[in-house]
């Protein structure tokens, strides 16, 4: 008996801790990255381009979650960083159950000095099954640059140190 109700414990824990995860985010009415399970992965690459001051930023994003996610919209402008919106943007990208996916931004750094310090999460739209989307944010992490945060890490890869 201890062993089956030992057993039946195991399997309800990942159930009970999605719950107490998400918890926050569904309490508040406020979708974020908890609620469908995602985060940043550790694979990233930076590819600048100094003479225009484009940036390409991939990074994966993957999620913990038992169903399928779907993410669109990924990416958003500020202080000093302009998003470059590829065609693709508004389509829907399928992140199957605790898998990951490849993603790459490029921005236009129009002002280095201006670029946001401090905590500035990933927004994108996400879903569990494409009927009802929800702005989220994710947290990006610090990359090992010069600079702490990743979106001072993509300024820094086209300003020169006198901008």
């Known amino acids: 008996m201890k062993r089956t109700v030992r057993t039946l414990l195991l399997l309800l824990l990942p159930s009970v801790l999605a719950l107490v995860t998400s918890a926050p985010a ?12 995602l985060s940043t992965g550790g694979d990233f690459g930076i590819y600048a381009d100094t003479v225009h001051r484009n940036v390409s930023y991939t990074f994966t994003i993957e999620t913990g979650s038992s ?19 590829p065609s693709t943007w508004r389509t829907k990208r399928v992140i199957a159950p605790h898998k990951s996916i490849s993603i790459t931004i490029r921005y236009h750094v129009s002002d280095c000095a201006t670029v946001p310090g ?7 739209e996400a879903s569990w099954s494409g009927g009802v989307w ?23 890869s086209v300003c020169k140190k006198s901008d």
Do not use: C
């Open 118 to 124: 401090g905590d500035w999460p990933l927004r994108l």
């Open 67 to 85: 169903h399928e996610v779907l993410v669109r919209e990924i990416g958003r402008s500020g202080p000093g960083l302009q998003l470059l919106i």
């Open 26 to 37: 569904l309490a508040s009415g406020a979708p974020n990255g908890e609620t469908y399970f």
């Open 134 to 156: 929800h702005m989220i944010t994710v947290q990006m992490p610090n990359f090992g640059t010069s600079a702490p945060e990743w979106q001072k890490s993509i300024g820094d």
